[in-house]
Structures are given as C-alpha cells and as structure tokens.
C-alpha cells in the first residue's frame, strides 16, 4: 500500500509536466504531419508549383492556338500577303530578281546493313 501511495503521490505531483510533455509531443506529432503528411505543405507546395507551370503552358498554347486561327483566317480571306508568305514558306516561289540562300545540310552517316553487321559478329 505505500508504494501505491508514494507512486499515486509522485503522479500527483507531476501531473502538470506529464500533461505539458503529451501535449508537446502532439503538438510535435501535429506539426509533422502539417509540413511532411499526406496533404501537408510539402506536397502542397509541389502541387502549386505545378498548377503554376501548367498554368503558363496553357498560356503559351493558347497565344499560340490565337496566331494560328489569325493566320487561318487570314489564308481563308483570301489575304495576298498570307498566301504569299505560305506560298514562299511551303513551296519555295520566290520574286523575279530575287536571290535564294540554302543552308547545306551535313550528310546523313549511312548505317550498316543488317547483314553486314551479323557476319562481323559471327567471326
């Protein structure tokens, strides 16, 4: 019966700073789980940060999309200047007098034949 009362005594006692201690581990516990958990500010801030790249690529796309209606109307009108531009663009006309520049291109590497390749690895 003493010891029972010494420890109910001690419990007593310590009632204030076992209570401070849980609640400081909660509110540990609680803080952990705001910052790193499941729907926490970590994860938060990663979502957001993509919403905001979307948000730009959807932007750009969609300045892009308005030019290419521009221009659809623009060939669909009829415009000289438009068919003449996709004209120069697609077909290659050019104006009398005028003079074109062609960029040479590097020559593809031909690639081995199949055939070739298997009789080298055969040896």
């Not at 003493?2 to 001690?10: D, E, L």
């Not at 109307?73 to 290659?92: C, F, T």
């Not at 520049?101 to 081995?112: D, G």
């Amino acid at each position: 019966m003493i010891s029972i009362r010494i420890a109910g005594g001690w419990l007593y006692a310590m009632r204030r700073v076992l209570a401070t201690v849980c609640i400081g581990v909660l509110a540990v516990f609680l803080g952990y789980k705001v910052i790193f958990g499941a729907n926490g500010m970590k994860i938060w801030q990663a979502k957001r940060a993509e919403y905001d790249k979307l948000r730009v690529q959807i932007d750009e796309e969609t300045d892009k999309h308005e030019q290419l209606r521009r221009h659809v109307d623009a060939l669909q009108r009829e415009d000289p200047s438009a068919i003449e531009k996709e004209a120069r663009e697609q077909l290659g006309y050019v104006r009398p007098g005028e003079t074109v520049l062609y960029e040479q291109r590097a020559k593809p590497v031909p690639k081995p034949e199949l055939a070739v390749v298997e009789k080298e690895a055969q040896k």
